[in-house]
C-alpha cells in the first residue's frame, strides 16, 4: 500500500468536508466520518464525483461502540492511518450566561467536544501508530484559548460561553497530553483554530471562508518531519494557550 489514508469525523459538511475536499486533492484516500449514512453517503458520493478517493464511515464520537465499530471498518480496508482529524464538535448555547446554562446541555457539549475526540484517539491510534509517519489534528478554537479568554484586549473576550469555550480549552489539554504519551515517535498531534468560519454552528456570521477554516487543519495533517507537535495554531502561527 502506497498512497495515504485519512479520516476527518463530522466529515459530511461544513470544515470537515473541506478538509477531506483538501487532503484528498493533496491524493489522500479519505473517509467520511458522520453520524448520518445518508449525509455521510452523500459527501463521501461527491468527492468522488471530483475524483477523489473517498468512502464513508458511520461514526457518531458521542458513542464508544459506534466509534469501535468505525475503527475495526477502516481497520479491515487498509493497514494505516496516517492523518487523523478530530473535527466534529457542536455548540448550544449561543446567548446564554454561565450561570444560566442548563448542565445536560455542558454535558452533551462536553460529550462530543472532549470525550469524542477522545474516544477516536483511543480507537484509531493503533492504526495512526502503523504509518511511517502520523498526523493527529485536533480541531480547537480561538474560544479555547484560556489567555485570550481572560484578556480584556484578546480578540474572544466577550463571548463568554461557558461549555463551549471551557470544551476547547479542554481538548487543548488533551492534545499535550497525547502529545507527552507520543513523544520520541514519529506521531506529530497538534490543536487547530480555523478562525470565525461562516458554518451552520455560527449561523453562516463568520469572516472567513470555509476553505480558509480548513487551511490550518490541512496544513497541520501534512507537516514534515521536522514539523511541530503538541501545539496550537492557526493560519498566521502559534496561539497563545
Known amino acids: 500500500m502506497t498512497e495515504k489514508t485519512a479520516l476527518i469525523t463530522g466529515a459530511n459538511k461544513g470544515i470537515g468536508f473541506e478538509i477531506a475536499k483538501q487532503l484528498a486533492a493533496r491524493g489522500y484516500s479519505v473517509w467520511i466520518g458522520a453520524r448520518d449514512p445518508g449525509r455521510g453517503e452523500q459527501a463521501a458520493a461527491a468527492l468522488r464525483a471530483d475524483g477523489a478517493e473517498a468512502r464513508f464511515v458511520e461514526l457518531d464520537v458521542t458513542d464508544t461502540e459506534s466509534v469501535t465499530r468505525a475503527a475495526a471498518t477502516v481497520a479491515k480496508d487498509t493497514d494505516r492511518l496516517d492523518v487523523l482529524v478530530n473535527n466534529a464538535g457542536i455548540s448550544r448555547e449561543f446567548n446564554i450566561a454561565p450561570s444560566n446554562l442548563d448542565i445536560a446541555v455542558m454535558e452533551e457539549i462536553y460529550d462530543t467536544n472532549v470525550f469524542g475526540p477522545a474516544r477516536v484517539t483511543h480507537a484509531f491510534l493503533p492504526l495512526v501508530r502503523k504509518a511511517p509517519a502520523g498526523r493527529i489534528v485536533m480541531m480547537s478554537s480561538g474560544l479555547g484559548s484560556l489567555a485570550d479568554q481572560a484578556d ?45 468560519t461562516a458554518t451552520d454552528m455560527n449561523a453562516h456570521r463568520g469572516t472567513r471562508s470555509i476553505p480558509e477554516g480548513a487551511q490550518i487543519a490541512v496544513h497541520l495533517a501534512t507537516l514534515p518531519a521536522d514539523g511541530p507537535t503538541g501545539g496550537f495554531f492557526n493560519d498566521a502561527g502559534p496561539v497563545r494557550w
Open 152 to 196: 480584556p484586549a484578546g480578540p474572544y473576550f466577550a463571548i463568554n460561553l461557558l461549555a463551549y469555550n471551557s470544551s476547547k480549552a479542554a481538548l487543548n489539554g488533551m492534545t499535550i497530553c497525547f502529545a507527552k504519551e507520543l513523544a520520541g515517535t514519529s506521531i506529530k498531534i497538534n490543536a487547530a483554530d480555523p478562525g470565525f
